[in-house]
């Protein structure tokens, strides 16, 4: 089994039904094992147009998935919970990153891992800290800390009172 990272971010038809159903999701991914994941985080959308804030969170997962097959997987998750692709960093309903795959470095027409924005968006790299602050640190390159954007307009942590907001 290969530890993988997993980022999850929904903006779109209950947002938190849809972190909460990846996540489900990914506990039953066959030959794989959902250790567990970070807490859930707020942030401002990066793309096109007016959009809803993003929920975000990372997930660890053990998998003896290729990561071919594992990417498969994961796209048939966002399919499942109604990921339209027809705008880059549109709006969307779910959307699952393989963040890090165990140590592996891939480069192909489907497929880079580690993740190649990963580095510079404090919305992946404050949950991931929440599970490995090592290799949060290991793979930013942010002019601070993780940890530190949170609180800021652009990153928040999501407090037990606000997830029922999200909930509808």
């Not at 969170?57 to 997987?73: I, K, M």
């Amino acid at each position: 089994m290969i530890r993988c990272y997993i980022g999850l971010g929904s903006n779109q038809a209950s947002p938190l039904a849809q972190i909460y159903g990846a996540l489900n999701a990914l506990r039953r991914l066959p030959g794989s094992r959902l250790v567990e994941s970070s807490r859930f985080y707020g942030s401002r959308a990066i793309g096109p147009g007016e959009q809803p804030d993003y929920i975000n969170a990372v997930a660890a997962l053990d998998t003896a998935l290729s990561p071919e097959d594992l990417l498969a997987a994961l796209q048939r998750i966002e399919h499942q919970h109604g990921r339209k692709r027809d705008v880059r960093w549109g709006a969307r309903t779910l959307d699952l990153d393989i963040l890090l795959y165990g140590e592996q470095h891939i480069d192909n027409n489907t497929l880079q891992i580690p993740h190649p924005r990963m580095p510079m968006r404090p919305f992946v790299l404050a949950p991931l800290a929440d599970l490995s602050e090592e290799l949060a640190r290991q793979h930013s390159q942010l002019s601070a800390p993780a940890d530190q954007w949170v609180g800021s307009e652009e990153l928040w942590l999501i407090g037990t009172e606000e997830l029922s907001q999200y909930a509808e």
